[in-house]
């Protein structure tokens, strides 16, 4: 195999997309503990066989929380939310609109099958994981982009000729449509070349799905990844909290930028006349995201008062109730384990919960034998004070929320569920700081598993944890 991927990258300027290493995975494995209030489940090793049938999993996460954990499961599907408004995204948003692909580009990057570092795969995973410098200037950020699209980038080599001219033309193709746009001054500070790439071929297909399938034949990537929503126009969150104020877009949520020595004011977008080719009805982000890092997150203010609950927004700051990908309510009724990942609760998880037909696609599923929470381990500016009964709370709440135009039911009588329609079993690790009543969760109908490890979730903890869920369910 290594001979014949040299000799691809070296002499053959055909290859195919297919010809790259297949995934090795080894977390396959499951053994048996009895459930009682609180179940300690002991580090084993997961080498073993699976000894009858492996499950399929559905899982919801965003993109930094659930990138940790992901080789901890085989044969999944992942949900993702396409509202995220900060960094690379959101300059992609302001200037040429679209959903957001962060979040798939980075499981999509963390998805790629592992690969010798002096392979076609390897080559290819640096190129579209690569960030433009965050602390380098407008122009440089922009000369070293057009080192990388015009083909002369050492992060080209290693990269055979067809693959490499598939990614360069989807890339020139997203120059040509910022030229359409220049008086909107796309900053490439901070951009990331897999969204770039990502966000054109969404443009060029009209289908963020299309764009997810040539990134994934590209990258020899069996993923399964669904945008929770299915559209070519921006999609926007915003939070209503307790005290009645109003967060819109998730940077304002999750982890708000301050405006500090960007290089363009922020009042220039108004002054500025539309382009022809703008889209109408959506609400951008500021320019201010684009500089948002992930490891800020860590750092935060608590909000005002709590979130109340999360729903969508129009460009005018209306209400609305869009339909949730079809594939994702699909897979509802025919996977056996939904996992509600670790990672941000109200701009992460919620976005892909508050939309219509989750509800009772996750309380009436045919085939879900088992829900799971993984509780995170600390609170975030989200979730600050909150105990895990609040968790619970949130995501019931949400999913009982009605979000339909019409009422259902007689007399516009709407059905409510319980929490353990939702959700079966919370995992948390040992010394989470977040308050966990084993007693009141479990009266609620939810079995506390308590796993070793720390001192965040990670990919072999979470493996021996969904076996033991498989164990007593299957």
């Not at 040509?176 to 054109?200: C, M, P, Q, T, V």
């Amino acid at each position: 195999m290594d001979q014949r991927l040299s000799v691809a990258q070296q002499d053959s300027p055909g290859s195919s997309v297919f010809d790259l290493p297949a995934t090795v995975t080894n977390t396959d494995i499951f053994t048996s503990t009895q459930v009682s209030e609180r179940v300690p489940i002991s580090i084993r090793d997961p080498a073993h066989d699976l000894a009858s049938g492996e499950p399929s999993f559905l899982i919801i996460s965003g993109g930094t929380g659930g990138n940790a954990i992901c080789s901890a499961f085989t044969n999944a599907c992942y949900v993702l939310p396409v509202s995220d408004d900060g960094g690379s995204s959101s300059e992609i948003i302001r200037v040429l609109g679209g959903p957001s692909v962060g979040d798939i580009r980075s499981r999509l990057i963390r998805l790629i099958p592992p690969a010798p570092p002096t392979s076609t795969l390897d080559a290819i995973r640096r190129l579209l994981a690569y960030r433009l410098p965050t602390s380098s200037s407008e122009r440089d950020a922009r000369d070293e982009w057009r080192d990388i699209v015009e083909g002369k980038s050492s992060l080209w080599r290693g990269i055979p000729t067809d693959r490499k001219e598939t990614i360069r033309g989807f890339l020139v193709y997203f120059e040509s449509e910022l030229l359409k746009r220049a008086h909107k001054n796309f900053d490439f500070r901070n951009g990331s070349i897999g969204n770039y790439f990502i966000a054109a071929a969404q443009g060029f297909f009209r289908s963020l799905p299309s764009a997810i399938f040539l990134f994934s034949s590209i990258t020899n990537s069996q993923a399964h990844i669904l945008p929770v929503i299915v559209t070519n126009h921006t999609v926007t969150i915003a939070a209503e909290l307790e005290d009645g104020e109003r967060l819109v877009g998730q940077c304002e949520i999750s982890h708000p930028m301050v405006s500090t020595d960007f290089s363009f004011r922020l009042g220039d977008e108004e002054e500025t006349p539309m382009s022809p080719v703008d889209g109408l009805g959506e609400f951008i982000s500021p320019p201010r995201n684009v500089m948002f890092e992930s490891l800020s997150k860590r750092k935060h203010d608590p909000l005002p008062s709590r979130i109340s609950r999360l729903y969508y927004i129009n460009g005018y700051g209306m209400e609305i109730h869009p339909f949730p990908n079809v594939d994702f309510l699909s897979n509802l009724a025919s996977k056996d384990i939904l996992v509600y990942s670790c990672g941000s609760l109200w701009t992460s998880i919620i976005p892909c919960l508050a939309l219509k037909g989750v509800a009772g696609g996750i309380a009436r599923s045919p085939s879900l034998r088992a829900k799971v929470l993984l509780l995170n381990v600390e609170n975030d500016r989200e979730t600050d004070g909150y105990s895990a009964v609040d968790y619970l709370q949130a995501i019931a709440r949400t999913l009982n929320s009605d979000y339909s135009t019409q009422p259902y039911g007689l007399g516009g009588v709407n059905t409510r569920y319980p929490i353990s329609a939702f959700i079966t079993d919370l995992v948390y690790l040992q010394g989470t700081q977040i308050v966990v009543d084993v007693k009141k969760i479990t009266a609620m109908g939810v079995r506390c598993r308590e796993v070793e490890g720390g001192p965040r979730f990670d990919a072999d903890t979470v493996a021996l944890a969904m076996q033991d869920v498989w164990q007593d369910v299957r």
